[in-house]
């Protein structure tokens, strides 16, 4: 298991313990709204429409959710109007951070963000300032029960993935950003829509944390990106050693 998928499962589950379903379903709520209202409101003519869908479902998110969103973004209402964009910064620990958010204001966003960098230790930086730390990949992930790991790797690589993970709990499929789509469309043939479908920010190279403290602290910071409105997903560079990891996790 790289330290990438190991390090965005335990974030996953901690969150998932840690964070009210209420704020979890507005982000997933404001992806399906961005989704309906950049192509058709129909979720079989939009793959991106289709994959915050499969997300939603994912975490239980009610039916009546899920309509609400996509009729919000599919009529153009005028809370609709949300703006992508990707702040760059270093955590402490010269750890390297890029913040995905979904924002009606960015005068808002920008200096909530800002504050919040500075005030645990850490800098916001300018666009492009982090990112050459990181690759921009496709990445899908599919529970683990749709396929054994050889079938799923071996239908990945056929659909032009460049690498499969099966860890604990899914399938990770990684592949260049330009294939993702083609990806996509072969393994949903096969075995449906996957859970996740997207674009994300994989780290070239590791800031390791060794200490407990240290990583508590980081791991406290990521959750505060994430208890953000506006943030829709968080990527380091950071690796934290396994066992502290599942000790961090224990006490939890």
Not at 64 to 69: G, H, L, T, V
Not at 191 to 206: D, H, I, Q, S, Y
Request: one cysteine or more; aromatic letters at 6%; proline letters at 4%.
């Amino acid at each position: 298991m790289s330290g990438h998928s190991q390090f965005s499962n335990i974030m996953h589950r901690k969150g998932a313990q840690d964070k009210v379903k209420a704020r979890i379903f507005a982000k997933l709520s404001k992806e399906i709204t961005v989704a309906a209202k950049a192509g058709l409101p129909d979720p079989d003519a939009n793959p991106r429409l289709r994959s915050a869908i499969q997300a939603a479902r994912a975490e239980n998110m009610p039916k009546d959710n899920i309509e609400r969103a996509i009729n919000k973004g599919a009529s153009n209402e005028a809370d609709s109007n949300f703006e992508e964009i990707r702040y760059e910064g270093y955590a402490p620990g010269n750890i390297a951070v890029i913040v995905e958010a979904l924002t009606d204001n960015r005068n808002r966003t920008a200096p909530v963000l800002r504050s919040l960098f500075g005030k645990r230790g850490g800098s916001l930086g300018e666009t492009n300032s982090v990112t050459f730390n990181f690759e921009r990949i496709g990445y899908l992930e599919y529970a683990l029960d749709v396929a054994d790991a050889d079938t799923m790797f071996e239908n990945a690589l056929e659909a032009g993935a460049s690498d499969v993970q099966t860890t604990e709990e899914t399938h990770e499929i990684t592949c260049a950003p330009d294939d993702l789509n083609t990806v996509r469309e072969y393994l949903e043939a096969k075995f449906g829509t996957p859970n996740a479908a997207r674009l994300e920010w994989k780290p070239l190279v590791e800031t390791e944390i060794t200490d407990e403290d240290k990583a508590q602290s980081f791991l406290n910071f990521v959750d505060a990106l994430n208890d953000e409105d506006d943030v829709q997903r968080v990527f380091t560079n950071a690796k934290i050693l396994p066992e502290i990891l599942e000790k961090l996790d224990e006490e939890c």
